[in-house]
Nanobody, 122 residues
Framework: QVQLVESGGGLVQAGGSLRLSCAASGRTFESYAMGWFRQAPGKEREFVAAISSWSGSRTYYGDSVKGRFTISRDNAKNTMYLQMNSLKPEDTANYYC??????????????WGQGTQVTVSS
């Protein structure tokens, strides 16, 4: 069982940056692949980024965030991060972290956080 808590969301102007954190409970954090998804009002939940378990040597990004967002993990802190740069109003959404198998679909992940809101003003 893994419990996930996101933080770091907020209101930012277009072009700005935010760093989201996802803190995990449990002693097996490093064995899980981790992912970020987002959901805007009236839209389906969308894949943002994923990182492999253990060393995190493999990362994947959604097309809309490539080159702007960076996913990383710190196993010593049981925490995953999402550095978001050059933010756009269309990045506005509730951001969720997830733990499970490495993948770009929601079905790959078994555990989910409650989400943190990111709002980008134009």
């Amino acid at each position: 069982q893994v419990q996930l808590v996101e933080s770091g969301g907020g209101l930012v102007q277009a072009g700005g940056s935010l760093r989201l954190s996802c803190a995990a409970s449990g002693r097996t954090f490093e064995s899980y692949a981790m992912g970020w998804f987002r959901q805007a009002p009236g839209k389906e939940r969308e894949f943002v980024a994923a990182i492999s378990s253990w060393s995190g040597s493999r990362t994947y990004y959604g097309d809309s965030v490539k080159g702007r967002f960076t996913i990383s993990r710190d196993n010593a802190k049981n925490t995953m991060y999402l550095q978001m740069n050059s933010l756009k109003p269309e990045d506005t959404a509730n951001y969720y972290c997830a733990a499970g198998r490495l993948g770009v679909t929601q079905a790959a992940y078994d555990y989910w956080g409650q989400g943190t809101q990111v709002t980008v003003s134009s």
